[in-house]
C-alpha cells in the first residue's frame, strides 16, 4: 500500500495562491494514478484533480478548470495542486488519494480512489 501526507494549505486572501503538496511514501509512487478531493463543512467530499499514472493525463472539476494545475513528480513520489484566483468557495479540507486503476471511467466518485491522506485545510477569506 501506499502512504500520504498532504501540506501546504493555509489562510489566504481571495485571488491569492497557494500549493497544496502530498508525499507518497511506500509502494511504488508511480504505480498509482492520483487525485485531489476536497470536503466544505457539511457537505461531501467532491473531486478537484486527478492525474494519471505518467502524467500524461489530467481532469479537473469545472469549478477549478484554468485556476488550478496538478501535477507530480514520480522521482520525488510527490503529487501537487498548484491553486491560483482562489475564491471563498474554494475553502475545504483538501485531500490527496491514490487509485491502482489505470481506467479513469469513476474518477469522480471517491469511492474508486484505494488510498487517502489525512487532509489540509485550505480558507480563503473574502
Known amino acids: 500500500q501506499v502512504q500520504l501526507v498532504e501540506s501546504g494549505g493555509g489562510l489566504v486572501q481571495a485571488g491569492g495562491s497557494l500549493r497544496l503538496t502530498c508525499a507518497a511514501s511506500?509502494?511504488?509512487?508511480?504505480?498509482?494514478?492520483m487525485g485531489w478531493f476536497r470536503q466544505a463543512p457539511g457537505k461531501e467530499r467532491v473531486f478537484v484533480a486527478d492525474?494519471?499514472?505518467?502524467?500524461?493525463?489530467?481532469y479537473y472539476a469545472d469549478s477549478v478548470k484554468g485556476r488550478f494545475t496538478i501535477s507530480r513528480d514520480n522521482a520525488k513520489n510527490t503529487l501537487y495542486l498548484q491553486m491560483n484566483s482562489l475564491k471563498p468557495e474554494d475553502t475545504a479540507v483538501y485531500y490527496c488519494?491514490?487509485?491502482?486503476?489505470?481506467?479513469?471511467?469513476?474518477?469522480?466518485?471517491?469511492?474508486?480512489?484505494?488510498?487517502w491522506g489525512q487532509g489540509t485545510q485550505v480558507t480563503v477569506s473574502s
Open positions: 488519494a491514490a487509485r491502482m486503476s489505470k481506467f479513469n471511467a469513476g474518477i469522480l466518485n471517491p469511492a474508486y480512489y484505494n488510498y
Open positions: 511506500g509502494r511504488t509512487f508511480s504505480s498509482y494514478a
Open positions: 492525474i494519471s499514472w505518467t502524467g500524461g493525463n489530467t
